[in-house]
T-cell receptor, first 112, second 116 residues
Framework: DTEVTQTPKHLVMGMTNKKSLKCEQH?????MYWYKQKAKKPPELMFV???????INESVPSRFSPECPNSSLLNLHLHALQPEDSALYLC???????????FGDGTRLSIL | DQQVKQNSPSLSVQEGRISILNCDYT??????FLWYKKYPAEGPTFLIS?????DKNEDGRFTVFLNKSAKHLSLHIVPSQPGDSAVYFC???????????????FGKGTKLSVKP
């Protein structure tokens, strides 16, 4: 069982919809991450939050909007997505520094 | 431009034998390396890591070797079990890499099949 919980597991949305992905961890980790993974590709980093502050934004389009309400929660707000945004979205958390990141099982997102 | 390379897309091994998965990297700023295992429909699961100040780290059946001069690391699984069948990702991170602490760079993965 993963200690990083992501909801929903699957999401289908139209290009005009607004939805949010949620991620939760209770390991006391102070760094949280969003990754995007396309089929047969490795995960690619989107955002990093350190102590609830955004520390890395890997040139992600503004239709993806992250939010870290507290040290246990991480959201990814989605608006006006494109079909090419269909992918597996993974959340991870870790203590800060050279420590392993622990991943959730992801949200499988399909854009119609 | 791949900074972390796993040149073998797949590997097939007999149960009980050793599995060796290889990974090469190009960026000398990387100082922390990890291996993850991924089953279908699940997120990557952390297996083992190694800091650049070491050349070997062992955890049960899993051993990671790091050769900094060759910019190469490998994961040894012995003995291999059918439950080890999964995609294995090598990943690297640099503490002072462009100020991007926490930016984990993944290889493309190697699909390991362990046959009974």
């Amino acid at each position: 069982d993963t200690e990083v919980t992501q909801t929903p597991k699957h999401l289908v949305m139209g290009m005009t919809n607004k939805k949010s992905l949620k991620c939760e961890q209770h390991m006391g980790h102070r760094a949280m991450y969003w990754y995007k993974q396309k089929a047969k590709k490795p995960p690619e980093l989107m955002f990093v939050y350190s102590y609830e502050k955004l520390s890395i934004n890997e040139s992600v389009p503004s239709r993806f909007s992250p939010e870290c309400p507290n040290s246990s929660l991480l959201n990814l707000h989605l608006h006006a997505l494109q079909p090419e945004d269909s992918a597996l979205y993974l959340c991870a958390s870790s203590p800060w520094g050279n420590q392993p990141q622990h991943f959730g099982d992801g949200t499988r997102l399909s854009i119609l | 431009d791949q900074q972390v390379k796993q040149n073998s897309p797949s590997l097939s091994v007999q149960e009980g034998r050793i599995s060796i998965l290889n990974c090469d990297y190009t960026n000398s700023m990387f100082d922390y390396f990890l291996w993850y295992k991924k089953y279908p429909a699940e997120g990557p699961t952390f297996l083992i890591s190694i800091s650049s100040i070491k050349d070997k780290n062992e955890d049960g059946r899993f051993t990671v070797f790091l050769n900094k001069s060759a910019k190469h690391l490998s994961l040894h699984i012995v003995p291999s079990q059918p439950g080890d069948s999964a995609v294995y990702f090598c990943a690297a991170q640099g503490t002072n890499y462009g100020g991007s602490q926490g930016n984990l760079i993944f290889g493309k993965g190697t699909k390991l099949s362990v046959k009974p």
